[in-house]
């Protein structure tokens, strides 16, 4: 598996070339989460059989795009008699790729909602969906809210997006790959393998 710690300097250069191509691409889907399509699966995987919605009725979906160099990870996470979406990631602030050079060598401002390309089908790499009974689901969207709102600052090395949903993932009691530094799409396929592609996770009772 490609590790993010082999990167070049040369990214950097890359990541701004094609950043700017991205962002005059920009679509609409980037300005609301109404309308997406919620029945996408990692490309050539066959999903296991989705639970019963009466039982399961919340969800948190691990995503991987692709990016301008090598992916982005972050989490959808909704009701299942939704369309609705809301979107949970940690990248650099802002939309120039300076940031992004910089958070190679050192921590930089975050943000930790939407990015642009993570509404779109079109972008998508590989996904994992774990289904969740409305008490835990509760439970998890609150944490998922209080991570964004503690997580200020983006490191490629130290604290990336992989790290950030890999919190989630661990609070939900799955078993995580063994390093943040794997590739987005790479760290997104090796959880579901890890976790033997179970799509339902109960959490222990609230001490």
């Not at 997406?36 to 691990?62: C, E, G, H, I, W």
């Not at 799955?174 to 592609?197: A, C, F, M, Q, S």
Request: proline share 6%; with cysteine; charged share 20%.
């Amino acid at each position: 598996m490609a590790i993010l710690c082999g990167l070049s300097i040369s990214v950097g250069i890359d990541v701004q070339e094609s950043h700017a191509q991205q962002l005059t691409a920009r679509t609409e889907t980037e300005k609301s989460t109404q309308g997406v399509n919620l029945a996408s699966t990692t490309p050539a995987t066959r999903p296991a059989r989705k639970p019963s919605s009466a039982q399961y009725p919340y969800y948190v979906d691990f995503r991987s795009r692709t990016a301008a160099s090598y992916g982005h990870a972050f989490v959808w996470y909704g009701r299942t008699s939704e369309r609705k979406v809301e979107v949970a990631g940690l990248h650099p602030a802002g939309e120039s790729a300076v940031p992004y050079v910089i958070g190679h060598v050192l921590p930089v401002l975050s943000e930790t909602g939407a990015s642009y390309g993570d509404l779109d089908e079109q972008y998508l790499t590989a996904n994992y969906r774990v289904y969740l009974t409305k008490a835990d689901g509760e439970r998890v969207f609150a944490y998922i809210k209080e991570l964004q709102k503690s997580s200020p600052v983006w490191n490629a090395m130290t604290f990336n997006c992989t790290a950030f949903i890999g919190r989630i993932a661990s609070y939900m009691g799955l078993k995580t790959p063994y390093t943040h530094l794997l590739v987005p799409e790479d760290w997104v396929n090796n959880l579901r393998e890890i976790n033997g592609g179970r799509n339902t996770v109960q959490l222990p009772p609230e001490r």
